[in-house]
């Protein structure tokens, strides 16, 4: 068995060398306990923050501990009467091969219903984020424009997706080529534009926004947000969701200052967290799952295979790697 300990907090870019793996026992379940094996992990954006130690939405992760996010696993040896050996189950567990659980920690999952990995992107986390960051702040009306950056990624390309079932314009940021082609070839986005080929991204992005932009689902932050927020309309709405190119930065941004874009424009931007929502996750997955059975909306995952693999896909988060939600596949069921 092995697991990985966060051994030393990332200045600017994480690297191999603060996490450690190390080998350990496999662990005995206790009463009301279950023995996992880790089938897939998720890397995400939001593990950034946690390596710092700074005060967030959620603590720190602990200096050599090991990092924990969404997992995917098989029950192997079961001592609660909630599970039985083989069942499929969700949570937030510790990065290893294997792991003890307490039976309130993790959910059953039905594979029947959806692919297993769908539950740690689109029916999961990511698309719950897009959903209710979308759809209760964002409030996209039929004809409107939506911007979304971050595009190509689990949430933003679930954002996209949902914009266009809701009657809206879609324009995409994202940054490649083939990002651009499957946003708007497979999505059925109305516009891309690549970031990192626009040169001007402002100019770019005013021509593919030519009735300006009523909401800004914002996933990254930093000059590209700078841009689209200068193209507002009135009563614009802006859901701020995340801001991946500023986690890694050593010394704080300084930008131009929008508060005067968002006055002149009567618009709101809100930030929020997903677990908001948590007391309506249950109605948000099942209209994702009903969008999801109608074709209407599609999902990417990128498959990273092997637990040794497991940083490099995380690190990839920040290179633009993935297409889709990003995923280590650690074992067979
Ligand atoms: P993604 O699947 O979108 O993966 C990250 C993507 O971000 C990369 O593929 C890359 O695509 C893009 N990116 C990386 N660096 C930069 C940069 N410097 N500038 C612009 N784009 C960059 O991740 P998620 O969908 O999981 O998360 C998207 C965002 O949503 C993140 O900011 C995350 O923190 C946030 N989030 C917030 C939540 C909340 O509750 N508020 C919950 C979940 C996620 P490209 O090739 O286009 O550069």
């Keep these: 068995n092995q697991h990985i300990l966060l051994t030393s907090r990332p200045k600017g870019m994480p690297s191999m060398e603060n996490f450690t793996f190390e080998d350990i026992e496999i662990p005995e379940p206790q009463n009301g306990q279950v023995l996992l094996k880790t089938l897939y992990l998720s890397v995400d954006p939001y593990m950034r923050g946690r390596m710092n130690d700074t005060k967030s939405y959620v603590p720190p992760f602990e200096l050599n501990q090991p990092v924990s996010g969404g997992i995917v696993a098989e029950v192997v040896q079961s001592r609660s009467g909630e599970f039985e050996e083989g069942d499929l189950v969700i949570g937030n567990l510790p990065w290893a091969l294997y792991t003890t659980a307490g039976e309130q920690e993790v959910r059953k999952l039905d594979p029947e219903l959806a692919p297993i990995t769908t539950n740690l992107g689109i029916l999961g986390m990511p698309g719950l984020t897009a959903y209710f960051g979308l759809l209760d702040i964002g409030n996209p009306q039929e004809g409107e424009t939506v911007v979304v950056s971050g595009a190509a990624g689990a949430v933003g390309s679930t954002v996209g997706q949902i914009a266009k079932i809701k009657g809206a314009r ?26 990192r080929e626009a040169g001007n991204i402002r100019q770019a992005l005013k021509e593919a926004c030519p009735d300006g932009v009523d909401v800004y689902f914002d996933n990254v932050g930093g000059e590209i947000s700078d841009a689209v927020i200068s193209l507002l309309n009135k009563y614009a709405r802006i ?23 968002l006055l002149i424009n009567s618009a709101l931007i809100k930030g929020f967290i997903v677990s908001n929502y948590a007391s309506q996750f249950g109605e948000g997955a099942k209209q994702l799952g009903q969008w999801l059975q109608e074709g209407k909306l599609k999902y990417e995952e990128n498959v990273v295979e092997g637990f040794e693999n497991t940083i490099d896909a995380f690190l990839g988060l920040f290179k633009g790697e993935n297409l889709g939600k990003q995923l280590v596949k650690v074992a067979e069921p």
Excluded at 247 to 260: A, F, H, M, S
């Design 170 to 195: 879609v324009v995409g940021i994202a940054g490649s080529e083939e990002k651009v082609n499957y946003l708007k070839n497979e999505l059925g986005f109305d516009a891309v534009v690549n970031y």
């Design 239 to 261: 859901p701020l969701c995340g801001q991946i190119s500023l986690y890694n930065l050593e010394k704080q941004d300084v930008g131009p200052r929008i508060q005067g874009q």
